[in-house]
């Protein structure tokens, strides 16, 4: 059982449309963060949240940590082909040092 | 500056054998981790170190040996591979184990055990 799960698992969009991903577990995290993963390449990090409630921008991208911090969501407006990838949402756990991942979300949009 | 480098990108090993996957880090990073990513389950935490000369195991590592006796590197020993360890491996670090850094990730090593 993966401590957190993510949804959908899969996820294609045709460009210009907007799309929502999801991370959520039943434990409390101090920090969420979010990746990007190419094809052949390394997870690249996107932003890191650390705030129940906090709200962060970059460019099109928005993310959420939950008010409980148990969850968080990746919010993408107006997705673009460069959007195409694996997102994968990452957390520690209180006074833990492993990062843990999720499965990850496959997503894909057509030109 | 380099990041984070891992050899070899790719290799095929027969069960049984044994090989170890280099990984080095140009940042002065005092944490480093491997993972291992399959299809469908994500990133697995191997192991991991807080600094040179500390290692400890993460949620999957056995089949697995690693030391830490310079900061720059953090290589992973497979002692004798078996076909369950066929993957993608990533060497990750970041500047401290302080809770919400972000890691640095190499570009990975694809496994195959025939």
């Known amino acids: 059982t993966q401590l957190l799960e993510q949804s959908p698992q899969f996820l294609s969009i045709q460009e210009g449309e907007n799309l929502t991903v999801y991370c959520n577990s039943s434990?409390?995290?101090?920090?969420l963060q979010w990746y990007r993963q190419e094809p052949g390449e390394g997870p690249v990090l996107l932003v890191t949240?650390?705030?129940?409630?906090e709200v962060k921008k970059l460019k099109r991208l928005t993310f959420q940590f939950g008010d409980a911090r148990k969850d968080s969501s990746l919010h993408i407006t107006a997705a673009q082909p460069g959007d195409t990838g694996l997102y994968l949402c990452a957390g520690h756990l209180y006074n833990d040092y492993k990062l843990s991942f999720g499965a990850g979300t496959t997503v894909t949009v057509r030109a | 500056n380099a990041g984070v480098t891992q050899t070899p990108k790719f290799q095929v090993l027969k069960t049984g054998q044994s090989m170890t996957l280099q990984c080095a880090q140009d940042?002065?990073?005092?944490?480093m981790s491997w993972y291992r990513q399959d299809p469908g389950m994500g990133l697995r935490l191997i192991h991991y170190s807080v600094g040179a000369g500390i290692t400890d195991q993460g949620e999957v590592p056995n089949g697995y040996n690693v030391s830490r006796s310079t900061t720059e590197d953090f290589p992973l020993r497979l002692l004798s591979a078996a076909p369950s360890q066929t993957s993608v491996y990533f060497c990750?670090?970041?500047?401290?184990?302080?809770?919400?850094?972000?890691?640095?990730f190499g570009s990975g090593t694809r496994l195959t055990v025939v």
């Open positions: 990750a670090s970041s500047y401290s184990a302080e809770v919400g850094e972000g890691y640095t």
């Open positions: 940042m002065n990073h005092e944490y």
């Open positions: 949240v650390v705030t129940g409630g």
């Open positions: 434990s409390v995290f101090s920090s």
